[in-house]
């Protein structure tokens, strides 16, 4: 009896397997029901082998010089380690999701992160093939398939902010302004900040502040605040999309009418000074004619026809 015992000691269940890992239990459902972790069936319910989740554990996410314990966890690290000033990129030049990715991935491999920034371009363009990461509101998170942990020197995530917008495959087919390219290295890191900053920036009033903020370093503090209000089970009220489009205001806009018509009028006026510019330089008969003339269709009317002086009568002797 008391070996059975000592045996169903080593057995987890789905909510300790959950637990265990630092992952929510819907993740798990997903990996075992894929065949991606070790498992058995007792009486019909899932169960999993302590020694083979660790030597599973040993093989999937870390490496040999490394040990489960020095991975930190997920739910808890803090976001500001994985986000430094350096990682902020608040102005991206490139104009194509390619090229995105490619000045991304320079901005981790110049800061030592990244130490094989071919293979990593190459994996997360190969992920955006199968569908693309970006999502409805304006955000995208760019990742790879495999965590590759010899060619990642440490966990990162690069945030790239583009003014004009990029069409990266929005589910909403709208520009997207916001990136995050995650180089987290490890499982354990890779899924638990991924839900993190998904619920961060589900409030569109968060992705309105951190496309209009001017400086990175306040780009930078709104997002680690978002995150730790996250970290903490304080997720703000998510507003109504609509409350955060562009109201009309009536003011400006008979402005914008008025200042659009008085340019058109100046408009007109020069060109009726250049067509009179023209006439005046030229010499011969007809000259005030041809003017007036030419003032008329630069004005937009018609033209002034020229009439024939009436000719001498003649007398009959």
Do not use: C
Request: aromatic fraction near 6%.
């Amino acid at each position: 009896m008391a070996k059975n015992r000592g045996t169903d000691a080593q057995l987890l269940t789905m909510h300790e397997l959950a637990a265990y890992l630092h992952l929510d239990e819907a993740t798990v459902s997903k990996l075992v029901m894929a065949g991606k972790i070790p498992s058995l069936q007792v009486d019909k319910q899932w169960r999993f082998k302590r020694p083979a989740i660790d030597a599973w554990i040993e093989e999937q996410l870390v490496g040999e010089d490394e040990s489960f314990a020095d991975i930190p966890d997920g739910m808890k690290l803090p976001l500001e380690d994985l986000v430094p000033d350096t990682a902020i990129i608040p102005t991206l030049r490139s104009r194509t999701p390619v090229g995105v990715i490619e000045e991304l991935a320079a901005r981790a491999y110049t800061n030592g992160w990244l130490l094989d920034k071919p293979w990593f371009v190459g994996a997360v363009v190969e992920r955006e093939s199968l569908s693309s990461t970006a999502m409805e509101g304006g955000v995208a998170f760019l990742h790879t398939r495999a965590r590759d942990k010899g060619k990642i020197g440490r966990p990162f995530i690069i945030v790239g902010r583009s003014w004009e917008g990029i069409m990266f495959g929005s589910p909403d087919n709208n520009p997207t302004y916001l990136f995050f390219l995650l180089g987290l290295k490890y499982d354990r890191l890779h899924l638990p900040i991924l839900g993190r900053l998904a619920r961060a920036l589900r409030n569109p009033a968060t992705i309105a502040k951190l496309r209009a903020l001017s400086s990175p370093d306040q780009l930078r503090a709104l997002l680690l605040k978002e995150d730790a209000q996250v970290r903490s089970g304080l997720v703000p009220e998510i507003q109504e999309a609509a409350a955060f489009l562009p109201k009309l205001d009536r003011t400006l806009r008979l402005r914008a009418i008025r200042r659009l018509q008085s340019q058109k009028n100046a408009d007109v006026v020069t060109e009726q000074k250049r067509a009179a510019a023209l006439v005046d330089g030229k010499s011969g008969k007809g000259k005030k004619k041809r003017a007036a003339a030419a003032a008329a269709l630069a004005a937009g009317g018609p033209p002034v026809k020229a009439t024939a002086k009436p000719k001498k009568p003649t007398t009959t002797r």
